[in-house]
Every structure is written in C-alpha cells, then in structure tokens.
C-alpha cells in the first residue's frame, strides 16, 4: 500500500457511519460536505472524537513530559490510527510504539521513524520485515524487546541464515513476579545482557518495562509498587554501565501506560554517567475517556496538581429505538460499537430527534448490558422525562483501545458536532 492508502484512504458506505447514498470520498474530503451528528446526517451509531478536545489532550501530555525531560513514544495500539499518529509526531513525540510488526508497518507508512515495539520479537517472518523496512527507510529503527536466552537464540538463528542482515537493537525487558514478560531479577536481567553483548545479532540499547499490569487507583498502592520495579531498572541499568554492555550514543529507558505514567516519568532519566533518553509510552491520552482512565487521572491530578489535565475526547451517538416497559429503554448500539471490557457505557446527553435540546442524562439512568446490536438503558422515570423512541443518546467509554478497533472510521467533530475531519483505523 501507498501512504496515501493510509494517511488519504477513500471512505465509503462499506464503512459503518457513513452516509448510506453518498459516493466514496477520500478522507480530506470529508470535512468539506457540512455534516452534522446531531442532525441526522449520518446514520448511527456513530463514533465521534471531539477535535478541540483532542488537541488539548495533544498538547497537555507533550507538556507534561517535556516539563519532566523526557520524551513521548505514544502507543499506536490505541488508536490504530495514521492520522493520529501524525497529529502525535507533529505535536512533538519522539516516535511510536507499537505491539506487533504489522501495527510497525503502519506506523512506518504513517512517517514514524523512531519506533519501539513494546514486545518480544522472535519469527523468521516478522525479523525478514524489520530487516527490509530498515533497508528501504533511510534512519528508521525499529527497536524491539527481549527478555531470554530462549528469544535470542531464535534471532540469532535467523541471523546465522541472513549474512547481509544489520543488528537488531533491543531493549531489555524487566517485568514483575505473577505478571507478565520481562526478567525478575536483577541477577537474570544482568545475566541476559552479557549474553546480548555477546551476540553480533542484536545491539542492546537500553531497558524496558511496563508498570500498569498491578495499578488500582489508589496512591498507597500504586506508588510503592512503582517504585519497587523502576529501582530494579535502575539497578540493571547502571549494573550494565558498569559493565560496559550498552551499545550506540544514548541509554533508552522505557516505560508508561495511561493509568500511573506520572509515577514512573519521574524515574526515567537516573543519572548513568552517559546520555539518557527516558521515553514514556502513554497511548490512551489521545482520546482518554470517562471511565477507568479519569479515575486514574484523578489520582494522577491529586499526586501532581496538574488540575483536571486528559479530558475525554470520544463519543458515541445512537438512538432509543424502543421503550418496551417502563424504565427500560433499548438503544440500537452494542458490543460491536463500543468498549465493555472494563465497564458498561456511560450515559451522557439525551437530546431529541433532531438533536437541538441536548441535556444531562438523570443521575440513574445506567446501561445494564449490551447484546451485539442492542444497549438496555435503565432509569426510574420518576422525577425526569423518560426517554423516546427515536431520542439521541450521546455515550461515553471506558477504555478507548477497544472501542477505535470497532471503528473503521471516526468524524472528527467540533463542539456543535459539525463534522470537520475524519481519522481512520487499521487493525
């Protein structure tokens, strides 16, 4: 595929949320033909990212890492997105993360040329790819993670087979007893590393770890344990100095998801008598959203007093399509339009057919399950209005990741919902 085939795909009724009658459109075109969400202009269930809102988010996490000297690698893995991606990349991160090869692959077409891919690399097939994208990209680097002699083993016996193939440059992996990859002591991480230098199939050029896998939201937890696995980074990373085993101008210390980032951003550039780049890898800032992750805002903003920082940028529309007893609303929406994994959605507005008299949901209105194509809004009824067949229902989300990958595009709205771009999605 061509970058336009990312950046500019054409977009057409094929994809859900676009206009039924309308003829394919490139993605540039789309916020030149005066859509409104709330005027029945496309059909719902629908999507929507709130553009200013987004930019907030852009600019309010560039400015926290670059207050703390670091630099951002956000996680492609949200969004999937090309045109996010961008939007990152120009706003000032470093590069992007990513969780497999084919996800790099987007990436790399999307202009990303620093790039992590925040796991263990190992098939013939998916080292074949990074080798070519290398050759045919001029200064991209594709560094990915390695936690065993097992893995190296595996790359070094591709390497045996590919003479011509350059040095895979790694990031040792640290992670935590009962979780997930990642060496648990600093005695196997130290062991590792020697065995890397050793090897002529990879460069090892800093370490690695992941911290939201035990987070809970509270503070007495949370910091302790972050602490815990950032001295054991530190411990190999300056084991390794000593010891000479890193290779190239900078020392990369990675970690960060979206939950406790501001506890580890302030570990990630420990004094090492060398150059240090720490990177933080928060994907889920993009959009936030208005669940899980403003809860975790809200500790983040009492550690920090940053104030109300992320704000949730995505939506999702749809329609009360019956009222079949009383409390009981069934909204055309389900799990194949939004996220469940972590909490049901989170009613927002009600506003009627034509969407000019948007209010707050009651306090008791709750979705109480969802079917494929169904949403069953529950409220009493009895101090407020009940809602109506036909009624918009604006939705917010816990966890963005898995409401982008029901999407395989997103309008881009302003504040009256006037559809003014578009993001599209590759998973």
Known sequence: MEAIDYLDPLIDSSFKGFPHDRAALRRSQIGAQGWNVLKGDL??????????????NLDWMQRFATARGIDLAPHGKTSMSPQLFRLQLDAGAWGMTFATVTQLRVGVAAGARNCLIANQVFADGDLQCIDRLKRAESGLRAIFLIDSVDQLELIEAWHRQNSGANAFEVLLEIGVSGGRTGCRSLASALALAVRLHASRAVRMVGVECYEGLAVTGDTTHDQPYAERLMDLVHAVAKACVEQDL?????????????AIFDLVASRLTPKLGRPVRGLLRSGCYVTHDQGNYKRMMSAVAARTG????LQAAMEVWARVQSCPEPGLAILAVGKRDLSYDLEMPIPLLVGN?????????????????????????RGSGAQHAAPQVG???????????TTFDKWRWMPLVDEAHNVRDAIVTCF
């Not at 940053?306 to 920082?309: A, D, E, L, P, T």
């Open 43 to 56: 059909p719902l269930p629908l999507a929507v990212i709130r553009r200013d809102v987004m930019r907030h």
């Open 391 to 401: 009624d918009l229902i604006c939705l917010g989300i816990s966890h963005p990741c």
């Open 246 to 258: 890193f290779e190239g101008d900078e020392i990369l210390l990675s970690a960060g998801g979206s």
């Open 306 to 309: 940053c104030g109300s920082g």
């Open 353 to 377: 057919r034509g969407g000019d008299e948007l209010r707050p949901v009651p306090p008791d209105w709750k979705v109480t399950g969802l079917n494929d194509q169904h949403a069953y809004l």
